[in-house]
């Protein structure tokens, strides 16, 4: 990735990681004090969700 630091982009891939490991949003690690980290993580996340099942698809931890 372009234009984020080596800290954010691992933060990013530890957010996917967790994804493909069946983890929900609520096992990131980071509390709001954490906002940086919590929004790498979290986008990691939801951007493999996006890759995975499309767009269109209600996240693993919400409901329909």
Same mark, same amino acid.
């Given at each position: 990735m372009q234009g984020i630091s080596t800290k954010d982009q691992k933060t990013y891939q530890a957010g996917k990681k967790a994804y493909f490991e069946g983890r929900?949003? =609520?096992a990131c690690p980071f509390g709001s004090s954490d906002i940086k980290d919590k929004?790498? !993580?979290?986008?990691? !996340?939801a951007?493999?969700?996006i890759e995975t099942?499309?767009? =269109?698809h209600f996240g693993r931890?919400?409901?329909d």
């Amino acid at each position: 990735m372009q234009g984020i630091s080596t800290k954010d982009q691992k933060t990013y891939q530890a957010g996917k990681k967790a994804y493909f490991e069946g983890r929900t949003r =609520n096992a990131c690690p980071f509390g709001s004090s954490d906002i940086k980290d919590k929004s790498f !993580w979290l986008a990691g !996340w939801a951007d493999a969700d996006i890759e995975t099942v499309g767009i =269109n698809h209600f996240g693993r931890d919400d409901h329909d």
